[in-house]
């Protein structure tokens, strides 16, 4: 990251997600429920995968790596969330501050482009299934996987670069995590060129991510009404369902948090926006790829010792 804080403001005051004091500890409760259930559930299946030889294929191996992010861009946030709901107060030191807006990037950044790489890997699963093996080989697969992190430090670095430069002079962040569009509302200085940078930097990797699996799946969709069978088209949707509804929900909320003008914005849908975003998707992407995926649930019965129906 780079370095040189010109901000006379040391610490910041996260705001949280509300004011009131008898919904502190029912949401504590309630995050600390689903952090729960977001960490079982992602490091649960990195073991599954792990443990099970018939999932060491390439498309379980971009689902270990999406666990893996959805687990510590969850991690970035949600535990400081909880210390806020606890303390009442809610303290973050400006280096802190930075390096979870750093990590957070990082990990959403990633996040866009795992599920476009996974998508790619589906299309050339259902579109040339004779050259599977050779295209998805263990080194290009890695080698898409390197790219995925490549991605998501190059953007981060840049706008976490930018956000150093800044002077900040209030102290409250109208959020629960230092974000980057709550952060710009604290700057004295003009932030038209960050929000500038940060505008078009969101916009190509959702856009370009987005389009990347939009035409991926357009190619899928073609290629399995060309299949005759029902059960071999129930087959091939079965296979890109659970990957469609988490792509779904990641775009769809990410879409509406970055690439709407500053004026437009609302702290009640960020913070709703956010937390869909944050928590409740990395909650959700364990259950979609385990609950609607008979491989994972085949592995899990076999591992349980108990037979599969």
Not at 171 to 185: E, R
Request: charged share 10%; proline share 5%; with cysteine.
């Amino acid at each position: 990251m780079a370095t040189g804080n010109h901000s006379p403001v040391t610490e910041f005051i996260l705001a949280g997600l509300t004011e009131r004091p008898d919904l502190q500890l029912p949401l504590f409760l309630l995050f600390l429920g689903v952090f729960v259930v977001t960490a079982t559930g992602n490091l649960g299946l990195i073991t599954l995968i792990g443990l099970s030889a018939p999932l060491h294929t390439p498309m379980y191996f971009f689902l270990t790596n999406l666990s893996f992010i959805d687990l510590c861009y969850s991690s970035v946030t949600t535990p400081k969330m909880l210390a806020g709901f606890m303390a009442g107060t809610n303290s973050i030191s400006y280096p802190t501050c930075m390096a979870q807006l750093y990590f957070f990037l990082i990990f959403v950044i990633a996040e866009c482009y795992t599920l476009t790489v996974m998508a790619y890997d589906r299309y050339v699963a259902i579109c040339h299934p004779l050259l599977y093996g050779t295209i998805m080989s263990p080194w290009a697969c890695s080698m898409l996987v390197a790219g995925v992190y490549a991605m998501g430090l190059i953007g981060s670095t840049i706008e976490i670069s930018l956000m150093l430069r800044l002077t900040y002079c209030k102290l409250l962040v109208p959020h629960y995590f230092c974000d980057i569009l709550p952060l710009l509302k604290l700057s004295c200085s003009h932030t038209e060129g960050v929000e500038m940078v940060v505008f078009l930097l969101a916009g190509f990797n959702i856009v370009s991510t987005g389009l990347t699996v939009l035409v991926s799946y357009t190619f899928i969709l073609a290629n399995v009404l060309q299949i005759r069978s029902t059960e071999g088209r129930s087959k091939a949707f079965g296979t890109c369902s659970s990957h469609m509804v988490a792509v779904g929900l990641f775009y769809g909320s990410t879409a509406f948090m970055y690439l709407k003008p500053s004026s437009a914005s609302s702290l009640a849908r960020e913070n709703v926006a956010s937390v869909f975003y944050t928590t409740v998707i990395p909650m959700l992407n364990p259950l979609i790829y385990s609950l609607r995926n008979r491989e994972v649930k085949v592995s899990l019965l076999k591992i349980l010792g108990r037979k599969p129906v």
